[in-house]
């Protein structure tokens, strides 16, 4: 396992140095994906990198930039890897750095290890679901997951009782009307809490890293945007789990078990991070 976990990492890191190519240029060629999202020349040259170093382990891969495989033939993996070549794109284009490269191996619907990128921010997130998560500020194109082990900072795996406030991350660029709902259900059960606004699968990492204590996301989401953080997540010891309104509790949010991968539709559910 530790041959694929290096070459994910290597792979995030390279994927990176080509967003920072574009990112650094003039011209990030934005275009419309069918959803109206966006997509640049920085989420083309990183999924190719990444499809590069991945296909030669012989696990399929799901992409966002790939992402046309029909459920009859993703339903025959036991494993994949699951990718956001650029997650954040709308931070890539207001060049706010907090954009992330995002690759988890998935099995049997669980992510097994993930790692999380950003560039800009040459953040390092690295996780192991039941052994644990780290942290490194200097990455380069030769680590590899006994360096991040050795040289990393390990992410807590406790609260942060001892932060002044209450702290609950939000999406910088999705804060619904639903997610205004829920953080006032929260404030009427902790008080006084302060919210503080990420943007991409950073929001997940703030939570594994205990600079925020919970992140509430009622808005849609896809199955590679959450997934490599999920690991991180979990191997700090906390959990994701999806949300549902509870019976005979108009109006209340309800935990749901853990989120799952690799489901027909590769829309998430609504979840919380905690």
């Not at 997610?179 to 006084?192: A, H, M, N, P, R």
């Given at each position: 396992?530790?041959?694929?976990?290096?070459?994910?990492i290597?792979?995030?890191?390279?994927?990176?140095?080509?967003?920072?190519?574009?990112?650094?240029?003039?011209?990030?060629?934005?275009s419309?994906?069918?959803?109206?999202?966006?997509?640049?020349?920085?989420?083309?040259?990183?999924?190719?990198?990444?499809?590069?170093?991945?296909?030669?382990?012989?696990?399929?891969?799901?992409?966002?930039?790939?992402?046309?495989i029909?459920?009859?033939?993703?339903?025959?993996?036991d494993?994949?890897?699951?990718?956001?070549?650029?997650?954040?794109?709308?931070?890539?284009?207001?060049?706010?750095?907090?954009?992330?490269?995002?690759?988890?191996?998935?099995?049997?619907?669980?992510?097994?290890?993930?790692?999380?990128?950003?560039?800009?921010?040459?953040?390092?997130?690295?996780?192991?679901?039941?052994?644990?998560?780290?942290?490194?500020?200097?990455?380069?194109?030769?680590?590899?997951?006994?360096?991040?082990?050795?040289?990393?900072?390990?992410?807590?795996?406790?609260?942060?009782?001892?932060?002044?406030?209450?702290?609950?991350?939000?999406?910088?660029?999705?804060?619904n009307?639903?997610?205004?709902?829920?953080?006032?259900?929260?404030?009427?059960?902790?008080?006084?809490?302060?919210?503080?606004?990420?943007?991409?699968?950073?929001?997940?990492?703030?939570?594994?890293?205990?600079?925020?204590?919970?992140?509430?996301?009622?808005?849609?989401?896809?199955?590679?945007?959450?997934?490599?953080?999920?690991?991180?997540?979990?191997?700090?010891?906390?959990?994701?789990?999806?949300?549902?309104?509870?019976?005979?509790?108009?109006?209340?949010?309800?935990?749901?078990?853990?989120?799952?991968y690799?489901?027909?539709?590769?829309?998430?559910?609504?979840?919380?991070?905690?």
């Amino acid at each position: 396992m530790m041959e694929l976990y290096n070459k994910a990492i290597k792979a995030a890191v390279a994927a990176g140095k080509a967003i920072l190519e574009v990112y650094q240029g003039d011209d990030f060629q934005v275009s419309e994906k069918n959803d109206k999202s966006p997509l640049t020349k920085a989420d083309r040259a990183a999924h190719k990198v990444i499809v590069s170093h991945l296909e030669k382990s012989g696990i399929p891969i799901l992409s966002e930039e790939g992402r046309d495989i029909p459920f009859e033939e993703r339903s025959g993996w036991d494993r994949f890897w699951l990718v956001d070549p650029l997650d954040g794109t709308k931070e890539f284009i207001k060049r706010n750095g907090e954009f992330t490269v995002n690759i988890a191996l998935i099995k049997n619907g669980r992510p097994v290890f993930g790692v999380v990128y950003a560039p800009v921010l040459r953040h390092l997130f690295v996780g192991i679901p039941g052994e644990g998560a780290w942290l490194s500020d200097h990455p380069d194109e030769g680590f590899d997951l006994e360096r991040v082990r050795i040289t990393g900072t390990p992410l807590p795996d406790s609260g942060i009782d001892s932060l002044a406030s209450y702290k609950v991350v939000a999406s910088r660029s999705h804060l619904n009307h639903e997610t205004e709902d829920y953080l006032e259900q929260i404030k009427s059960i902790k008080g006084e809490i302060e919210v503080v606004s990420k943007g991409s699968s950073l929001k997940l990492c703030m939570v594994a890293t205990g600079e925020a204590e919970v992140y509430p996301r009622l808005g849609p989401t896809m199955e590679w945007d959450v997934a490599a953080a999920h690991a991180v997540v979990s191997g700090a010891g906390k959990h994701v789990y999806r949300l549902k309104v509870g019976e005979n509790k108009e109006g209340v949010w309800e935990e749901d078990g853990e989120l799952l991968y690799n489901k027909e539709n590769l829309l998430n559910p609504y979840f919380i991070v905690t």
